[in-house]
């Protein structure tokens, strides 16, 4: 039978597809891979004497995630609804979570949906870091990380793909444009504002140490979004080959459009340009990978890499201190990804999706907004207030001390490089 679809044995029961199986373990694979490649990229637009804090915050979230996870995490993203907000305990440990087919796929395995969207949580918060970066303790970014897992990715989690109200009212996001970017977009801004600007932003400069490690974590980034897009499909499908395809050329044609308008404003087209244009791209199809048409998704990406190239630019007129621009491109990406799954969605090549505005079905861009808006107010709002708390009671940032001495020596007592 078809993979994707449901096979029904003599006693009614569902019945595990292996080449859809196969399928998600590798998915699940490359998502897994894209946090060690985020801590690449990140750790090699800080200064050196940051790069190991930086790569700690996103490898740790491994560890942190996957246990939060197992206790409660998947029950409250997931499980059983609660008033459209937030999934019960009764999965808490996994209870129930086995390795028969579950309630999320008739084709595989309920604990490798469970695997695979873990790989998602430990993701989004590795990605708020960026917002922080070379400035935050470790032992507050611990507490942090666990506190907004908890109590903002989960509950939007269940809001859009557990059956909370946003999937209920028909919002469309097929690999977390609201649920990842957007989410990890405003609390970055929120983090950014409360802990306030690194030491002498503003009036030095801070050049990244290392842009051959940014461009292979880019590199890994791209490779493993193919997991996590073409995955989202959840089967080895017809959809997951137009998520993957999508997801490519959208891409590329952000990477273009990234330094072709840096080209104009800065007389030179940059490596570190290349390889944020690509991420852009990455963020804006995600919500509309399975939704779009190849040329939409080449639209969508040309007009990200401008969009989050001139957001980052505006970011020092505004005054925040986002350290590698996640909200220029997580944010702003995320936004005008969820936004544009309104406008270029099409049943002729997703007939589980839905039309957009250009294909007559203008409620579909207003159910969007209504996501994109929802998700902005909670992530910061909900962040910010987490932040407080931490930082009234334990204290959010490091001393200007330990600021010029770096995160290395402070918070691990290590170094990067000997040289």
């Not at 087919?101 to 870091?129: E, R």
Request: charged letters at 10%; hydrophobic letters at 50%.
């Amino acid at each position: 039978m078809a993979s994707g679809l449901l096979n029904i044995s003599l006693l009614g029961e569902k019945t595990l597809n292996t080449g859809d199986t196969a399928f998600m373990l590798i998915a699940s694979a490359f998502v897994m891979l894209m946090t060690p490649g985020l801590a690449l990229f990140y750790g090699g637009l800080v200064r050196s004497k940051n790069v190991l804090g930086t790569i700690m915050h996103s490898f740790i979230c491994l560890g942190i995630v996957s246990v939060i996870w197992v206790a409660y995490g998947y029950s409250l993203a997931f499980g059983p609804d609660i008033g459209g907000l937030i999934g019960n305990l009764d999965w808490m440990w996994l209870k129930g979570v086995g390795t028969k087919a579950g309630p999320y796929s008739d084709t595989i395995p309920d604990l490798l949906f469970c695997a695979f969207q873990l790989m998602f949580a430990i993701l989004t918060p590795a990605l708020i870091t960026g917002g922080f970066a070379e400035r935050m303790k470790f032992s507050a970014f611990l507490i942090f990380t666990v506190l907004w897992s908890s109590l903002i990715y989960m509950p939007v989690c269940h809001w859009v793909w557990g059956g909370g109200w946003l999937g209920s009212i028909g919002a469309l996001d097929f690999a977390g444009g609201t649920v990842i970017h957007i989410n990890c977009g405003f609390a970055a801004l929120a983090a950014a504002m409360i802990i306030g600007k690194r030491r002498g932003w503003g009036r030095e400069s801070f050049h990244p140490h290392n842009l051959s490690m940014t461009i292979f974590g880019a590199g890994i980034l791209w490779f493993g979004w193919f997991g996590f897009n073409a995955g989202s499909a959840l089967a080895a499908s017809e959809t997951a080959v137009l998520a993957f395809f999508t997801t490519q050329v959208a891409t590329g044609a952000a990477a273009l459009s990234w330094i072709i308008a840096e080209w104009v404003l800065r007389a030179k087209p940059t490596t570190l340009g290349a390889a944020s244009g690509a991420v852009a791209g990455l963020v804006a199809i995600t919500p509309a990978a399975g939704f779009v048409s190849p040329v939409s998704a080449v639209i969508i990406g040309l007009i990200a890499g401008v969009l989050c190239y001139t957001a980052v630019l505006v970011k020092s007129r505004l005054g925040y201190d986002d350290a590698s621009d996640v909200v220029g491109i997580h944010g702003i990406g995320g936004i005008w990804g969820a936004l544009s799954t309104g406008l270029f969605a099409s049943i002729a090549v997703n007939p589980g999706g839905a039309n957009g505005l250009f294909f007559g079905n203008p409620h579909q861009f207003v159910i969007q907004s209504i996501g994109v808006g929802a998700t902005m107010a909670y992530s910061f709002i909900g962040s910010a207030v987490i932040l407080k708390i931490i930082d009234v009671t334990l204290g959010l940032r490091i001393t200007s001390e330990e600021e010029v001495q770096g995160l290395d020596i402070t918070q691990h007592s290590e170094i990067g490089y000997s040289i």
